[in-house]
């Protein structure tokens, strides 16, 4: 489930969709160790997909989304410049 389609449905929607999703992480668990589960990708998909609820969950009852405040802190720090090389530092070591 794409991080989109989790941002657009309500809290109460994620509250329903995060149960359901941990019932089925659960049933799968079971599956694995009775050696009936096909398909063993499913459970880290769905563990995986839990987080984003849960990620999201956090930003709704923040107010603001938790990621793009942490891409505008990356965007506006200044970047630094290269002074010199790292050869160019050891040649001045050697020769003093």
């Keep these: ?8 449905k309500t809290e109460d929607e994620l509250k329903a969709l995060l149960l359901d999703l941990r019932k089925n992480q ?3 668990r079971f599956q694995k160790t009775q ?8 459970i880290r998909k769905t563990r ?7 990620t999201v969950l956090t930003e709704k009852k923040a ?17 630094k410049a290269k002074t010199e090389s790292k ?7 050697k020769a003093a």
Excluded: H, Q, W, Y
């Excluded at 489930?1 to 657009?8: G, L, Q, S, T, Y």
């Excluded at 995986?48 to 849960?54: D, E, G, L, M, N």
């Design 48 to 54: 995986r997909t839990i987080a984003r609820i849960k």
């Design 87 to 93: 050869k160019a530092a050891s040649k001045k070591t």
């Design 63 to 79: 107010g603001a989304p938790v990621a793009a405040k942490a891409s505008k802190r990356a965007a506006d720090k200044p970047k």
């Design 26 to 28: 659960f049933n799968a």
């Design 35 to 42: 050696g009936t589960l096909e398909n063993t990708s499913e």
């Design 1 to 8: 489930m794409n991080v989109e389609d989790i941002r657009a």
